[in-house]
């Protein structure tokens, strides 16, 4: 076989084992699998948008305002600071400037509050032993014509008789005395009155002695109301201005500066005259409203001539300010106070299910706390998403609230729109 038959054979032979294949279409299968791809995505896009839980709806506001009715003329002192307030509402009105002023002993309120606060009344309390350093405590005051209860070296006063020294006699030795038990020195009970007044929102007002002799100690009409807000919402202390005369053993009879109480209402609170002060007076007097609800007026009149004119001058303010008050409905039934906003722009308004009643001051607006749930759209109609809370001369209620409309579900569109 020559050479060249040779490789002709193998050629042919090595051409009949040879398989042939065609081409892959791969740009029709590539289309198939696309579009197979997104019709599952497709599939998984609504199946998410409607599965995904909806976002949560919260109320717009936390609070409804109650407008005031104007009318608050107040026959108001020419001289002198002054300020209205009410026993749970505290302070109203006042004519100051946030100036603090000697405030004589008045500044007993603050001390019968403060030692009271260190060391609470229960019972009759612990024992005050009179010692000499009280003896002459009292004898520095009898020389300054202040006012005193008169004490000996081993004499024993309850902390509750000392406490009625304080408040009904005005006792400037005892206020020391009793500043002294407590906190071991004046100077310690003034660091300790200052630094827990602040504390307590007391801010016009400066400590520098416990009787209010000094006319360093100063406050403000307006924080003289709120004290005495604080004093007379004590039973014990409440009990104790409220004291005309007392009879003991160890106190005598003792008779309370305080000499219109008992009249018209009045139930307290406490006098006070320096020549740097003037007349002071502060007033607590229970006033009968038209609807029957009794409502406890706080006056706190300063630096007038004398304590009478002081006394009067309360007196006027208290029965001026009173006819703000008034027990009425506030919120009627089905008022809308509220609304809740969705997320896909729905808008249902939430309205008092019963009436308010409560007893305000209408010459100052009312704000009331509204405590509202956090919804979802399953949430139905006259279904309760709140409560307007009312606190109100001592008195608490709530008002519950419902929504007016059932909550609808957001559109499809919505839901693939906002699907991330």
């Known amino acids: 076989m020559s050479l060249n038959n040779k490789y002709n054979y193998r050629h042919k032979k090595t051409s009949l084992n040879y398989n042939y294949r065609k081409p892959l279409k791969r740009g029709k299968n590539y289309k198939r699998y696309m579009t197979f791809s997104l019709i599952i995505l497709s599939l998984l896009i609504v199946i998410f948008a409607f599965v995904k839980p909806l976002p949560h709806i919260t109320a717009q506001s936390n609070s409804i305002t109650i407008p005031s009715i104007g009318g608050n003329q107040m026959p108001w002192p020419s001289t002198g600071n002054s300020a209205i307030g009410a026993q749970y509402f505290g302070p109203l009105l006042s004519n100051d400037d946030d100036s603090s002023v000697p405030i004589a002993s008045t500044a007993k309120i603050f001390t019968a509050l403060l030692i009271n606060n260190k060391n609470p009344i229960k019972g009759d309390g612990d024992k005050l032993l009179i010692d000499n350093q009280d003896v002459q405590i009292m004898q520095e005051y009898i020389s300054k014509n202040g006012s005193i209860l008169p004490v000996n070296i081993g004499q024993e006063l309850s902390q509750k008789e000392a406490m009625q020294a304080l408040l009904i006699v005005s006792a400037n030795n005892i206020a020391d005395t009793m500043a002294i038990k407590a906190f071991g020195s004046v100077e310690a009970y003034v660091s300790y009155a200052n630094t827990t007044l602040k504390e307590w929102g007391f801010v016009n007002t400066n400590i520098a002695d416990a009787s209010g002799y000094s006319p360093l100690?100063?406050?403000?009409?307006?924080?003289?109301?709120?004290?005495?807000?604080?004093?007379?919402?004590?039973?014990?202390?409440?009990?104790?201005?409220?004291?005309?005369?007392?009879?003991?053993a160890n106190l005598g009879i003792i008779q309370n500066t305080n000499k219109i109480l008992g009249t018209n209402g009045v139930i307290g609170i406490k006098t006070g005259n320096t020549d740097e002060a003037g007349g002071c007076f502060v007033l607590a007097q229970k006033i009968t409203l038209a609807e029957g609800q009794i409502v406890t007026m706080l006056v706190a009149v300063l630096n007038q001539y004398n304590v009478p004119d002081a006394i009067v001058q309360s007196l006027n303010l208290s029965q001026a300010a009173s006819a703000g008050f008034a027990y009425k409905t506030?919120?009627?039934?089905?008022?809308?106070?509220?609304?809740?906003?969705?997320?896909?722009?729905?808008?249902?308004?939430?309205?008092?299910?019963?009436?308010?009643?409560?007893?305000?001051?209408?010459?100052?607006?009312?704000?009331?706390?509204?405590?509202?749930?956090?919804?979802?759209?399953?949430?139905?109609?006259?279904?309760?998403?709140?409560?307007?809370e009312v606190k109100s001369n001592n008195t608490s209620s709530t008002t519950q609230l419902v929504l007016n409309n059932k909550i609808e579900k957001p559109s499809i569109m919505w839901r693939f729109t906002n699907i991330i």
């Open 330 to 388: 506030i919120i009627p039934k089905d008022q809308v106070v509220n609304q809740y906003v969705t997320n896909w722009g729905e808008s249902y308004d939430v309205v008092t299910k019963d009436d308010t009643k409560a007893t305000i001051w209408q010459w100052k607006e009312t704000v009331l706390p509204i405590q509202s749930k956090i919804l979802s759209v399953n949430h139905s109609i006259n279904e309760p998403v709140g409560v307007i």
């Open 217 to 248: 100690t100063k406050s403000t009409a307006s924080e003289l109301v709120k004290a005495a807000d604080m004093l007379i919402s004590n039973p014990d202390l409440a009990q104790i201005v409220n004291t005309a005369q007392i009879e003991s």
